[in-house]
């Protein structure tokens, strides 16, 4: 089937030493493997840019949290101003419900212990999501270079049958054989140097992402385990926007200062 796809797509009259062609002399064997790299190279291309989506979705959501969530008066407000299905979203819906929860246990467990393994787990949930896809990624890497050798090996063992049968080394002989090799290892580096970049940049990306989820989470449990009397200061630029009224003779104590107040 795909031999005569190949066929029908070849000019007549081209380059007889050009892509199709050698594709076609390659037979099943180079053709298989033609196809295998690019399909792994179409799908590392869509890792890659779902990926990313999915982080800069993530990375606006944390503006939107450092500029209204704590300025709210209780958790459930604040999760009402984030997005529905938001993963700062879902780490504040478990922890309400693991706080509510731990009123149903009746086996003593520490209120901290509970509140921190169910974030935990909420972030751990949230960071497998963006980690998925990145495995392939790193496989693709790590064995598109020896792929588009086993293509290599084939053109090669090809070219030296064709010698043998000829009887001499020219060049109209291996010429097509040795092209064909050259290709496939050209076509193994061209899928594995973007997927291994891909991965790269990815994990770094994923690697701040998590670190602003902990950040966020370690904030929450603050939040729970003080019955709110804990929190991080609402972001600057919020503040300015709306200024909350002092009473007289009250001053800012050196905590909210530092960016954590607590009530009494």
Same mark, same amino acid.
Request: aromatic residues 8%; charged residues 15%; positive net charge.
């Given at each position: 089937?795909?031999? $005569?796809?190949?066929?029908?797509?070849?000019?007549? !009259?081209?380059? @007889?030493?050009?892509?199709?062609?050698?594709?076609?002399?390659?037979g099943?064997?180079?053709?298989?493997?033609? !196809?295998?790299?690019?399909?792994?190279?179409?799908?590392?291309?869509?890792?890659?840019? $779902?990926?990313?989506?999915?982080?800069?979705?993530?990375?606006?959501?944390?503006?939107?949290? %450092?500029?209204?969530?704590?300025?709210?008066?209780?958790? %459930?407000?604040?999760?009402?101003?984030?997005?529905?299905?938001s993963?700062?979203?879902?780490?504040?819906?478990?922890?309400?419900?693991?706080?509510?929860?731990?009123?149903?246990?009746?086996?003593?467990?520490?209120?901290?212990?509970?509140?921190?393994?169910?974030?935990? %787990?909420?972030?751990?949930?949230?960071n497998?999501?963006?980690?998925?896809?990145?495995?392939?990624?790193? $496989?693709?890497?790590?064995?598109? @270079?020896?792929?588009g050798?086993?293509?290599?090996?084939i053109?090669?063992?090809?070219?030296?049958?064709?010698?043998?049968?000829?009887?001499?080394?020219?060049?109209?002989?291996?010429?097509? @054989?040795?092209?064909?090799?050259?290709?496939?290892?050209?076509?193994?580096?061209?899928?594995?140097?973007?997927?291994?970049l891909?991965?790269?940049?990815?994990?770094?990306?994923?690697?701040?992402?998590?670190?602003?989820?902990?950040?966020?989470?370690?904030?929450?449990?603050?939040?729970?385990?003080?019955?709110?009397?804990?929190?991080?200061?609402?972001?600057?630029?919020?503040?300015?926007?709306?200024?909350?009224?002092? @009473?007289?003779?009250?001053t $800012?104590?050196?905590?909210?200062?530092?960016?954590?107040?607590?009530?009494?």
């Open positions: 089937m795909f031999t $005569t796809i190949l066929a029908a797509a070849a000019p007549k !009259g081209g380059n @007889p030493y050009g892509l199709l062609p050698a594709l076609r002399e390659g099943l064997i180079s053709q298989t493997v033609f !196809g295998i790299l690019v399909l792994m190279l179409f799908v590392s291309l869509y890792i890659l840019f $779902t990926k990313l989506f999915e982080q800069q979705k993530i990375i606006n959501q944390a503006k939107r949290v %450092r500029a209204s969530f704590w300025s709210s008066t209780s958790l %459930r407000e604040g999760a009402a101003k984030l997005e529905k299905n993963a700062y979203r879902q780490i504040v819906d478990d922890g309400i419900e693991a706080q509510e929860q731990y009123k149903l246990l009746t086996d003593p467990v520490e209120a901290h212990d509970w509140l921190h393994g169910s974030l935990k %787990r909420s972030e751990d949930a949230i497998s999501s963006l980690n998925g896809g990145l495995a392939f990624l790193a $496989t693709t890497g790590a064995t598109a @270079p020896f792929i050798l086993f293509g290599t090996v053109g090669i063992y090809r070219a030296l049958i064709k010698i043998g049968a000829a009887g001499q080394a020219s060049i109209d002989a291996v010429a097509g @054989p040795v092209g064909e090799a050259l290709i496939m290892t050209a076509l193994g580096l061209v899928v594995a140097v973007p997927a291994v891909a991965y790269n940049f990815l994990q770094r990306r994923n690697k701040a992402i998590a670190e602003n989820l902990n950040a966020f989470s370690n904030d929450v449990l603050g939040y729970l385990a003080s019955d709110g009397k804990v929190r991080p200061a609402a972001n600057a630029a919020a503040k300015k926007a709306a200024p909350v009224a002092k @009473p007289a003779g009250t $800012t104590t050196a905590g909210q200062a530092g960016g954590v107040q607590t009530r009494a």
